[in-house]
């Protein structure tokens, strides 16, 4: 059954264009639930059936697994049988038709635009590293892209003059995405000032290095940002995320229409993005229950 991952994950990046991070976690879930079959001493992928899938389902129930776990784990397995009848490795999809657990969608965390003001203002531009951070954190709250395209851009994935970036998303996607005066500003700043110092004469295309003039890692973004939300006091629960949904919930209450927003975050469906509009009309009850004399 190991073969058939190698050729799943082969047709994922080649023909799917999937990134990488995504094709680890199909790969991860295939494995657990390959290690299930063993258990049941099946040995072969045409042994396998509906009544395997939902037993191995309810184990991870059992497990305590979170139902959003369960239904990654059911989408990667269906796109494997897809993928197994569309190149004739077996006749029948055995996860046709299973209904995927219903998820409650959480809300996700965003800070205030005082809070955002704060966190922005935390590191110490007197050094290179101070003066990288501030770049990276402007960029993320002024153009809402994921970390991992954060650290994924190059010097020459920017057009400064003109107020904008390019990005490669989910699906290997690339989009164009505005920059506002102040990310520009500390753009300017970092490479005028601070990148050559951290390159250390190294030859580097990434825009955002460490300090050993490498591209920076995504876990090295998340300590960055850990370390000034302490700094700033901020009790909301910090995550990679957070300036990416606090973009999109300020660029909405301050009147963005959800297709502009939807387009900027780069979310191939339109109610991915329409969460963020339960944010803020959670926002419109608070401030009427607020304002309103009768309320």
């Not at 497990?63 to 776990?69: L, S, V």
């Amino acid at each position: 059954m190991e073969r058939f991952i190698e050729q799943f994950t082969h047709y994922l990046l080649v023909e799917k264009g999937l990134a990488q991070n995504t094709i680890d976690s199909y790969r991860r879930d295939l494995i657990s639930y390959f290690k299930f079959l063993k258990k049941y001493e099946i040995a072969s992928i045409e042994d396998t059936n509906r009544s395997h899938i939902i037993a191995y389902l309810l184990s991870l129930k059992n497990n305590g697994r979170a139902t959003t776990t369960i239904s990654r784990n059911l989408a990667s397995i269906r796109a494997f049988y897809q993928f197994l009848v569309r190149d004739r490795f077996i006749e029948k999809d055995p996860s046709q038709n299973l209904e995927s657990p219903k998820i409650d969608k959480r809300l996700p965390k965003v800070l205030t635009v005082e809070q955002v003001e704060i966190l922005l203002n935390m590191p110490d531009i007197n050094t290179p590293a101070g003066i990288r951070d501030r770049a990276m954190l402007e960029l993320l709250y002024a153009t809402g892209i994921r970390v991992s395209e954060l650290v994924a851009l190059n010097v020459d994935d920017l057009n400064l003059t003109m107020g904008f970036l390019k990005c490669i998303g989910k699906g290997a996607k690339e989009r164009i995405v505005p920059l506002g005066s102040m990310a520009i500003k500390s753009i300017k700043s970092y490479l005028d000032s601070a990148r050559g110092k951290l390159l250390k004469r190294t030859v580097e295309e990434a825009l955002f290095v460490n300090h050993h003039g490498k591209r920076l890692t995504r876990q090295g973004f998340w300590k960055i940002i850990k370390k000034y939300a302490k700094m700033a006091s901020i009790e909301t629960q910090i995550t990679p995320h957070t300036l990416r949904h606090s973009f999109a919930t300020h660029l909405l209450e301050n009147g963005a229409d959800l297709r502009s927003v939807q387009e900027m975050l780069g979310h191939a469906d339109i109610s991915t993005t329409q969460i963020y509009t339960h944010i803020t009309r959670s926002k419109l009850k608070e401030v009427y229950s607020k304002a309103h004399p009768r309320a």
